[in-house]
């Protein structure tokens, strides 16, 4: 059977580019990679694309081709033998996640981010404060500047991987050899060798020491929410930036406040007189005692707002509200004036009571007896 042109299989113009070539197998490898596609014929369609892109991925063997067809009168190109699977590479990245380069590692890398949890009272949080804290953290070795080798003397590339830190391991299967990388086992991916190691460090390149900060808390903050500190993390890698430092709040409940966003509530007491009649009362906020009116019949679970007297807004937008609500609380221990005036008004309010004197456990008493 003749072979297909090579064009026609990757489903591009003759004059094509390199990139267009290389997106169009991509493509197609994807779609018809035996461990992707069950279909009975997908493996001679991925051997057909992969046939094709080996041939026009390669300028010389595209002159050729372009030339001589299938009819090479060098006798070679466009087929791929058995242990050439060149550009595997690319296909292996797009299933198995590689980019399509190394990573360098000796590269510069950020330093590891640090979260602290700083726990303050309710005020601390309304207001606002500065503070100092102490946080332990890994920091650049000062004796040998990083490199985690002797003073005098530097670390020296990998032998073994070339200080790539990766080794090649090949595998031929039925689709060709296919190269696979893993990390060094004899610099455990630095691609460095330190010799003689510094004896601060003992070659890590960093050390930990505990660090003061000075820290301000921010008015308004709420349980939960977090602050970022740039740069005062763990030190970097291979001279990378050090990372951030994250602070968590946790915010201790209020005996008498409670909160929800920039809003505070509480709960006030007031007697049956001053509900019934009206009054003034004073109410405790976050900046003070201050003056509240109680309209005549007012009842139990009212609720009243303080204007501003909340939490103020941490990125500067006002201030919450206080919420007040009133609870009328029932009288004890009456005298027998206080018990007559009550009567009193029962009667002038056209209610008949029926008043028990006996206790509960009086009349459990009775009952047993009877």
Do not use: W
Not at 113 to 132: H, N, R
Not at 174 to 179: E, M
Not at 274 to 287: F, W, Y
Not at 316 to 327: A, Y
């Amino acid at each position: 059977m003749s072979k297909r042109d090579f064009y026609e299989v990757l489903g591009v113009d003759k004059n094509a580019s390199e990139d267009e070539i290389k997106k169009a197998y991509r493509k197609l490898a994807r779609k018809y990679h035996p461990d992707v596609n069950k279909e009975a014929d997908a493996e001679d369609k991925f051997k057909e694309v992969k046939s094709a892109y080996d041939t026009l991925s390669d300028s010389q063997k595209r002159a050729h081709y372009d030339q001589f067809g299938h009819t090479d009168p060098n006798q070679g190109f466009g087929g791929g033998g058995a242990g050439d699977f060149g550009g595997f590479g690319d296909i292996f990245d797009m299933f198995f996640g590689g980019g399509g380069g190394r990573r360098n590692p000796n590269a510069p890398r950020q330093g590891a981010d640090l979260q602290y949890t700083m726990t303050i009272d309710f005020k601390e949080a309304v207001f606002g404060k500065e503070t100092e804290i102490e946080i332990p953290r890994e920091e650049t070795c000062s004796t040998c500047s990083g490199s985690g080798a002797k003073p005098g003397t530097k670390p020296e590339t990998c032998s073994h991987c070339g200080g790539s830190g990766q080794l090649n391991v090949e595998q031929n299967t039925p689709f060709g050899r296919i190269v696979n990388r893993r990390v060094c086992n004899h610099c455990s991916g630095t691609g460095k060798f330190i010799k003689d190691k510094c004896s601060t460090c003992r070659g890590d390149g960093t050390v930990t020491k505990r660090k003061k900060l000075k820290v301000r808390i921010p008015a308004g903050i709420d349980h939960g929410q977090q602050i970022r500190h740039t740069g005062q993390g763990e030190a970097g890698v291979n001279g990378g930036p050090p990372g951030d430092l994250y602070i968590v709040f946790n915010v201790k409940p209020h005996e008498f406040f409670t909160r929800s966003g920039d809003d505070i509530y509480c709960d006030m007491p007031i007697t049956f007189v001053q509900a019934a009649l009206g009054d003034e009362i004073e109410v405790p906020t976050l900046e003070g005692k201050v003056k509240l009116k109680i309209p005549a019949g007012t009842q139990t679970g009212t609720s009243f707002r303080l204007r501003g007297k909340g939490v103020p807004n941490i990125h500067g937008r006002g201030q919450g509200d206080q919420h007040v609500k009133v609870k009328v609380i029932t009288p004890k221990n009456l005298s027998e004036k206080q018990k007559d005036l009550l009567r009193e008004f029962g009667k002038l309010s056209g209610t008949e009571v029926d008043e028990q004197h006996d206790n509960f456990f009086a009349k459990v008493k009775r009952a047993f007896k009877s």
